[in-house]
């Protein structure tokens, strides 16, 4: 009896000091859920049109952006809405600065610069649907998708405005970026080949993406699925049943075949684990490859399609969105087995961590 009431105050202990919240976008209903201490605890309601949404934090500020433009402040520990601005019809994706925040339009072909609180400062006019917005240092990176260009801006002195420094032409129809040690990596969707633009050299290079057969990559999937550790880059082959792993420089390490065409990776806090989604047939699949191995050494299948995952920074987890369940499906990877099943979760789409301070 005694050792049943120390492992209950164990478990009570932990939940106390839990900081994680986990923000889930429930996209067919317009709202967040807010899952804490492995259970759904609420709802954030009328947040628009959450198709593609993305959630990031800064400073204990939650900012969220819609595709139909809109750009949201709230509060994760109060959990309520501050304020927000409509930049566009559709937007796109954001980045949040130390005092701004900037987000990239498809229609209205504009950059908009507001500050932390939203309120507009400058409008970048492009005539451009724009993707693949970034900030290193005092730059700001984005893609114009529609004139093959990247532009950086640099922050005028004394002021939150940004001034054109060079536009690069690049590949056809460039659509995401990531940035990786200074480095402005975009792919293209009618170009086997990716491009990087050393930002503190302000020069660029086109990469072809090919196999160890020298086989072209059929479509080079959104930045955002790509996952580097401190030695390799693990790239979904999208059209190709493989992983393809890179060193930093680029040079082709291994494929892993996998069970079919992979769309999202992602890597453990650690480092020594990749999981990996899919898409077609295969959507309700997960893959576990071992970094050091290149192996895939665990499969796991659910009832409805595997929209995200995210990986728990302080708990051995996995935390994986299946959309036509409702629900979220937790893994314990310390022995690799399904753990748990959070539910109240509507139509649950991408995950993103808030760690309370």
Partial sequence: MKNILLIFSIVGISFLFAKEKFFVVERESGSLAIIEDGLTRSH???LHNLNHAVVKFKDGDGYLISRDGYIVKFNPDSEKVETEYKTSKSAIGFVVGDDFVAVANYDDKSVDILNRDLKPIQK?????????IKIYKDYLIFAQMDKDLVSVYKRDKNATTFSKVKDFKVGKMPFDAMIENGKYIVGFFLSKSFGVIDLDKLDYKEIKITTNKNKPVLKVPHFGFWSISSDKIFIPAVGDNKVLVYDKNFKSIKDINVTGLPVFTSLSPDKKYLAVTFSGKDFPTIQIIDTNSLKVIKNF?????????????????????????????????????????????????????????
């Fill in 44 to 46: 954030i309601k009328n």
């Fill in 124 to 132: 970048i006019v492009t005539d451009s649907k724009n993707v693949g």
């Fill in 301 to 357: 299948k659910f009832n409805g399609k595997v929209l995200h995952v995210r990986w728990s920074n302080e708990d051995p987890a996995l935390y994986v969105s299946v959309n036509d369940s409702n629900q979220i499906s937790v893994i314990d990877t310390r022995d690799w087995v399904l753990e748990r099943d959070i539910f109240q979760v509507t139509k649950p789409s991408g995950i993103f961590i808030y760690t309370k301070r």
